[in-house]
């Protein structure tokens, strides 16, 4: 079994910055790529940004420049600085990680439970 467990979500102001947390833990070999999707309400889930184990990045358009995602290898844990937060970012943020599961081998998603960003004033 593998757990993702997400933290460091909360209510900011616009302009604002808030820092995710999601560790992974479990029968683990390898975390490859791991990413942050998010939901607002009433809209589709959507990637927000990704990492892969040798550190390259990649960026919703939306949060360019704004956000920044990076990982602990050693920890099993992916962080996502957010910077100049927007009430458009409002949503629940989900965390993802593709493991390598230990003795077999075999690569499968995992999902956290998600954790709330809400920006207002």
């Known amino acids: 079994q593998v757990q993702l467990v997400e933290s460091g979500g909360g209510l900011v102001q616009p302009g604002g910055s808030l820092r995710l947390s999601c560790a992974a833990s479990g029968s683990i070999f390898r975390i490859n790529t791991m990413g942050w999707y998010r939901q607002a309400p009433g809209k589709q889930r959507e990637l927000v940004a990704a990492i892969t184990s040798g550190g390259n990045t990649d960026y919703a358009d939306s949060v360019k420049g704004r956000f920044t995602i990076s990982r602990d290898n050693a920890k099993n844990t992916v962080y996502l600085q957010m910077n100049s937060l927007k009430p458009e970012d409002t949503a629940v943020y989900y965390c993802?990680?593709?493991?390598?599961?230990?003795?077999?081998?075999?690569?499968?998603?995992?999902w956290g439970q998600g954790t709330q960003v809400t920006v207002s004033s």
């Open positions: 993802n990680a593709a493991v390598q599961r230990r003795v077999s081998f075999v690569i499968l998603d995992y």
